[in-house]
């Protein structure tokens, strides 16, 4: 086994970089791969409550790099899934905790092992991005459909594509409402395609079950059927090499915009 | 259908965005600042006009972007031909 390495990220925050990985993961764990998700956003551990892991963290990959602990010991096991595990960040304020260096030794580590490594990297462009970056065989270019996130992406692949390692880059539009985009009030998946020319490989839908799951916990890729859960298992098996067509949003018609939705 | 839209505030904001962020992906992309094409356009206006007579206001200095090829696009309007006032 030798594991590809996934880094998820986005330049601008709060964009669902790391409801993505979170989801990512269960739905690639769930088709029995064998998955570890890194949290990379050092000082601002989130990856283990979105997951509903918060309580099972005793160390994290920082102990693990400094040497305070085993490997064995910071991966915590997600036992909803066959063999998905979490490796918590350290809630440290010392940034130089990890680097790229270090970053990519870990992966290497953590590669024999697994078949996906995906790491959540934090929002920005500075050190913990280019940590997160080092050990990435692809990147997921997480955007949502507005101005300054479509802006930002732009940036990030510029710099992605500025090193020296060839890493195949796709983008995941995130939050989209088809009913919007019929409405030509928010921007579609094929203007964002155009203006990046960046190939996209998932839309996952504005979606009011992901705050409700992220509130309990339980990742809608473990078993949610709304729209945002089909949208991540079809990307987990785009990941595993399958070819699956990406299919137009269902906006729903008028009535049912004003009813309700399913 | 339009009174429609406008009761249901479809406001078509998509293509004001869409043609901002080409605009401003040009921009960024090539790492000038569009300050900068403001400067090149006085600068042009001054060697021209010396010679020609230009249409100052309308002389426009853009970046162009077409697959991946870029180009600084001057356009100097001349001011309207006047026959020559015979002697
Ligand atoms: N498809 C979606 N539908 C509805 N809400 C969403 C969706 N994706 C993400 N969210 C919400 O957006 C918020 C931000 O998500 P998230 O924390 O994953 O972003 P992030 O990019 O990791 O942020 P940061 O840059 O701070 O790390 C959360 O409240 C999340 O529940
Ligand atoms: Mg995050």
Redesign the interface.
Known sequence: MQATVITITSGKGGVGKTTTAANLGCALALRGQKVVIIDGDIGLRNLDIVMGLENRIVYDAVDYVEGRCKLKQALIRDKRAPELYLLATAQTRDKTAMNPEKMSALCDELRPDFDFIIVDSPAGIEQGFETCLAPADRCLVVTNP??SS??DS??VI?LIESKEKDRTTHLIINRLSAAR?K??????VE?IQ??L?TAIIGVVPEDESILSSTNKGVPVALGGKGAAAVAYSEIARRLMGEDVPLQPLQSGGFLQRLFGRS | MSMF?QW????????E??S???F??IH??AEIAPGMLEAIRDDIIDVIADRLQIERDRVAVNIEDEG?ERRLMVDIPLAPARRRQGS
């Open positions: 507005e101005v479509v802006r732009d940036r510029g985009v409405k030509q009030d928010m921007l579609s203007d155009e203006v020319s | 839209k249901f505030g479809g406001r078509k904001s998509a293509a965005a869409k901002r962020l080409k401003v992906l960024d992309r991946g």
